[in-house]
């Protein structure tokens, strides 16, 4: 019976350990960039999807890499009709932590 208990209780620590999630928040960094109308470098779509493509795309060929787009309206959105202006939409980016500057270059601010 005692050898069952240990058998167990090792293979319950094993599990636990083995399971367990290292932190690599550190090695990620996220960023936001207001939207324009019409002037952003990597170019426009309605499309969210289309437009993660091009913003990943564009991105790939400055050797940044791009690991996830997400897309918020809570930016605040300028009335005019100027391609510079702000549509309140916000794209969301997650990059790795050395790539953060570079991406800062584009207009990203760093987010939380």
Do not use: H
Request: aromatic share 16%; net charge negative; hydrophobic share 40%.
């Amino acid at each position: 019976m005692k050898k069952i208990f240990i058998l167990i209780f090792f293979t319950v620590v094993f599990l636990d350990v083995s399971c367990s999630k290292d932190d690599n928040s550190a090695e990620f960094a996220y960023a936001f960039y207001n939207q324009t109308s019409c002037a952003d470098i990597w170019g426009y779509s309605n499309d969210k999807y289309e437009l993660a493509e091009k913003v990943k795309d564009f991105f790939e060929t400055e050797n940044i890499e791009i690991l996830d787009v997400e897309f918020d309206n809570k930016g605040t959105p300028q009335l005019c009709n100027a391609c510079i202006c702000l549509t309140g939409k916000r794209i969301f980016i997650k990059v790795k932590i050395d790539d953060l500057n570079a991406i800062k270059e584009y207009g990203f601010q760093e987010s939380n």
